[in-house]
């Protein structure tokens, strides 16, 4: 008995590609109560640089690490022109947003991003996908 597969197709392989939607299950609880805080210093921001992949930003003050579904630790404090490296610690997806803007982009483990202030003032930093984790940016002169 002789079996011949050589023909084998993949005809059938794009109307699977086709089936494979993005997962994105975001969980959509708008409902929640609205942020207590809000930020002293409202639509400034400063600039973000996004670390190449395993290659840890050193040029920074301080650091702000995305673990255990937190910001930790929930307040650091810079000078103007000084970069906090926010950096994400674990397999969660996070975002690193600062007064309300996302400055990340989605994070995973390992990702970092720099942001440095130009202006001094307290701010915000907040995840997208999780509304308890919070914390603060305090940049002075
Ligand atoms: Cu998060």
């Known amino acids: 008995m002789t079996l011949n597969v050589s023909g084998m197709r993949m005809v059938a392989l794009a109307a699977?590609?086709?089936t494979l939607a993005v997962g994105v299950a975001c969980?959509?609880?708008?409902?929640g109560a609205a942020p207590a805080a809000r930020p002293e210093v409202q639509a400034k921001t400063g600039d973000?640089?996004?670390?190449?992949?395993g290659q840890p930003h050193t040029d920074h003050a301080a650091e702000i690490d995305q673990k255990d579904m937190a910001f930790v630790?929930?307040?650091?404090?810079?000078?103007?022109?000084e970069?906090?490296?926010?950096?994400?610690s674990e397999t969660a997806i996070h975002t690193g947003n600062?007064?309300?803007?996302?400055?990340?982009?989605?994070m995973k483990k390992g990702d970092s991003v720099a942001w440095t202030a130009k202006e001094p003032g307290e701010y915000a930093v907040t995840c997208d996908y999780h509304p308890q984790m919070k914390a603060t940016i305090v940049v002075t002169s």
């Open 83 to 88: 970069a906090v490296l926010i950096k994400n």
């Open 16 to 18: 699977t590609i086709l």
């Open 48 to 53: 973000a640089t996004k670390s190449a992949a």
């Open 73 to 81: 630790p929930a307040r650091v404090s810079v000078k103007v022109g």
């Open 98 to 106: 600062v007064n309300g803007k996302n400055i990340t982009g989605n």
């Open 27 to 31: 969980g959509s609880d708008n409902g």
